[in-house]
T-cell receptor, first 111, second 115 residues
Framework: TQLLEQSPQFLSIQEGENLTVYCNSS?????LQWYRQEPGEGPVLLVT?????EVKKLKRLTFQFGDARKDSSLHITAAQPGDTGLYLC???????????FGQGTRLTINP | EPEVTQTPSHQVTQMGQEVILRCVPI?????FYWYRQILGQKVEFLVS????????KSEIFDDQFSVERPDGSNFTLKIRSTKLEDSAMYFC?????????????FGQGTRLTVV
């Protein structure tokens, strides 16, 4: 079983603070994707990381893939209320035609 | 921007009835998927489909489930005899490629309620 564990599961912080969400596994993934999901809607793709050590930036969001391709992190700088939502990581192993999802981190940014 | 579309958005059905959930994947994508998410739980993989056949399926995808691409645009999930525990959000997804740096795009989902 290829489990992806996200931490923390819940995070509530004040506007302007920085935060990091982690996605960890004992398995190696060929790619790892981060999604954001609003209530009652489908996951919306934010970024895909493929290479060990890769760092991608999306405005105030920074995504990193671990060197061993077993873990990833999402860092948000100067969080805003609009960042509130459920953040999901999902990994794909080479040769597997499926994504394995973490349980998500529910982020709340308070004004 | 191209998107995956799913119909219906909500479906209520009686236990034991058959349901068909419909999806129109992104037009140039070749790989299609169904996932489900029981309320408050993880998104779970059900099945992947490529070149008109199932390429991978999970333990959840038993004989009660089937998928079909009846024409060049639709991709359907059929549940033959629904059970209460089939109540969930069902997401269709599609991707251009199947492995490596796949980027899967998800539809808005169908909320299935079995009563």
């Amino acid at each position: 079983t290829q489990l992806l564990e996200q931490s923390p599961q819940f995070l509530s912080i004040q506007e302007g603070e920085n935060l990091t969400v982690y996605c960890n596994s004992s398995s190696v993934f060929s790619s790892l994707q981060w999604y954001r999901q609003e209530p009652g809607e489908g996951p919306v793709l934010l970024v895909t990381v493929v290479t060990g050590g890769e760092v991608k930036k999306l405005k105030r969001l920074t995504f990193q893939f671990g060197d061993a391709r077993k873990d990833s992190s999402l860092h948000i700088t100067a969080a805003q209320p609009g960042d509130t939502g459920l953040y999901l990581c999902a990994g794909e192993r080479r040769g597997a035609q499926k994504l394995v999802f973490g349980q998500g981190t529910r982020l709340t940014i308070n004004p | 921007e191209p998107e995956v579309t799913q119909t219906p958005s909500h479906q209520v059905t009686q236990m034991g009835q058959e349901v068909i959930l419909r999806c129109v994947p992104i037009s140039n994508h070749l790989y299609f998927y169904w996932y489900r998410q029981i309320l408050g739980q993880k998104v779970e993989f059900l099945v992947s489909f490529y070149n008109n056949e199932i390429s991978e399926k999970s333990e959840i995808f038993d004989d009660q489930f089937s998928v079909e691409r009846p024409d060049g645009s639709n991709f359907t999930l059929k549940i033959r005899s629904t059970k209460l525990e089939d109540s969930a959000m069902y997401f269709c997804a599609s991707s251009e490629m199947g492995t490596g740096s796949t980027e899967a795009f998800f539809g808005q989902g169908t909320r299935l309620t079995v009563v």
